[in-house]
């Protein structure tokens, strides 16, 4: 390989000092720490420039990304610098690498070059046949786990090295009596996948692994292959996918993995952030380049930015700093209630249109989907488009539609769709039966519904006996909408138990929607502002295609940038979440998050926090600001009241 590549890119001209660096290393092990905003992909796409234009093979470079769309996008940016030359450079995701490497030596493993990769449905039919089938079997199958959740769990043992018993602590404590009959099933599914010639998702990663490990010849072969090796978003990467890394530089080391440990935010999809932090440990003299001049942000946002992130207790130090002068600093605002709060981000949006900043360059974002619920409904009543990304809005998650169902038949109790639903939750009750039931109901109407509940000699009236005992108590009922919820929530709760097998995580949205009832006198009025339409499940395209403003998740919002970023529900409980508050790793997550969002604002940055919240049972309680934002020093805001 020449030492210098020639001069028909401009590499120079193109890459600040940090980047061209990091471009330019001759070899070995390479950890690039990409701040936010520092140009990370023109360092991956300039770095398969110079090695192709530095007489490396194109064929011995491989990329492995998350996406293929991000291989796809990084190659062919290398290829117009390079007029094609770098077609022939592998590039692709971990599993779709894994999966070429397997067919080709999988007889190795006992498997045959035809097996079948199991989806996700295969996968929870197969254990959800062994949970019905365990020997012995289960005394009582209502409170064993769901197939989704013994899949979830078995995923996550694989990809952390945890035990059953570490991750159901974790994520289902309620579960974790059953984690000897999971650990049976998990033996059972590895056997049943063997003895049909199946892999699924996670064997793609792990059989890549044991390929690896386990047969020498075969891992100098794939490392002798691939001379170079380049990683993106490295901090997402799993346990199995650090040790893929490690194995398949074996004979050279030259790998570099570009990444930002402060945007590790990824936890709950099984992501380690250990696994960044350690690099130099398991690539001994490993080369470390920080990308810090950030290219997105004015320097007060900046100073915000770094004044979150410099006192997390892990990671490598990093400051990021612009060449941009000037700059609003950024707002910090404290609303008397959520209500007041929405109303301040409705008067920004406004004001920030009458400056002609488009809508779909101003983000509002949150920790969790159901901190935005009030903002929804004053954006709509005040008729501002917007987008919503993450999370859930209440009337897409079936659990909410469950309790609203009740609900709307108080409203109108010619509601056919609501008395279907409310029916199909019965024992014994199908959509045949719900259909005939919900009609009567209709016709009848309310007050001769106990008529069509109890229908005479069915063994499952006595559900019918306590639905319209429900159903009669809440009409009668004359205290707040909040009593109302919570009367319906401990009637659903037997269904909810029954029907998920994270219930106590879906039983505080229940509660959190009664606390949304507060402010409200009028159920009609309530119903209504619930009517919103429905949001995307993610951000897969720019938002800049639809005019609107954008609501999101701060985990949605990764990667992308606006103009203006407002921040709502600035306030402990909510970042960080309650949930954060006995691991210190999790808390430092929530430091990690909020990091993420404040380095999305280009222009403007708005954070948010109520000083009070209205609890139903104790009335209006305050709150305090979030500790990140108590620990940045006052004059890098300006403030206001709302």
Known sequence: MKTQPPSRVAYDRDLNSAQLEAVTVPGGPILVIAGAGSGKTRTIVYRVAWLVDSGVDPESI?????????????????AQLLDGRVTRVAGGTFHSVGNLLLRK?????GFGATFSIMDQGDSLEAIDHMRKTLSPPIADMKGFPKARTIAETISRVRGSGQSVQEVLRRRYPHLE???????????????????????????????????????????????????????????????????????????????????????????????????????????????IIKLEENYRSTLPILNVTNSIIERAATGYPKRLFTRKAGGLLPLAVRAETERD???????CVRELHAHRVPLNEVAVLFRAGFHSFDLEGELTRNG???????????????????????????????????????LKLLPGVGLKTALGLAGRIVEGGMPDAASALVPAG???????????????????????????????????????????DN?????????????????????????????????????????????SLVLSTIHSSKGLEWHTVIIIWATEGRIPSPMALESEDDLEEERRILYVATTRAKQNLVVIAPVSVLDRRVGRVPTTLSRFFQEVPQDHFRTASA
């Open 62 to 78: 491989l990329l492995l990304t998350f996406t293929r769309k991000a291989a796809e996008e990084m190659l062919s940016r290398a």
């Open 384 to 422: 501002i488009p917007f987008v919503k990304y993450g999370g859930f809005k209440f009337l897409e998650s079936q659990h909410i539609k469950d309790v609203l169902a009740h609900l709307k038949v108080l409203n109108n109790p010619r509601d056919r769709l609501s008395w279907i639903r409310i």
């Open 177 to 287: 009596g059953y984690a000897a009959e999971i650990e049976r099933i998990g033996a059972m599914y590895e056997e049943y996948k063997k003895s049909n010639q199946l892999m699924d998702y996670d064997d793609l990663l792990g059989n890549t692994v044991r390929l690896l490990e386990e047969f020498e010849p075969v891992r100098r072969e794939i490392s002798s292959r691939w001379q170079h090796i380049l990683v993106d978003e490295y901090q997402d990467t799993n346990r199995l996918q650090a040790n893929i890394v490690r194995l398949l530089a074996h004979l050279h080391d030259n790998v570099m993995v570009v990444g930002d440990d402060s945007q590790s935010i990824y936890s709950f999809r099984g992501a380690d952030f250990t696994n960044i932090v350690e690099f130099p440990t398991l690539f001994p003299g490993a080369r």
């Open 458 to 500: 069915k063994k499952f009236s006595a559900h019918f006996s306590e639905l319209h005992s429900l159903i009669t108590e809440l009409r009668n009922h004359a205290g707040p909408i909040s009593e109302k919820v919570e009367r319906v929530n401990r009637y659903y709760f037997p269904f909810l138990k029954e029907a998920y």
């Open 341 to 347: 709060q929405s109303r301040f981000v409705v008067e």
């Open 105 to 109: 030596y999988a007889a190795l493993l």
């Open 503 to 547: 219930y106590p995580k879906r039983m505080r949205d229940l509660e959190n929607l009664a606390d949304l009832t507060v402010p409200y006198r009028s159920l009609h009025r309530f119903l209504d502002d619930m009517a919103l339409e429905p949001p995307d499940d993610e951000m897969t395209e720019s938002p800049s295609k639809n005019n």
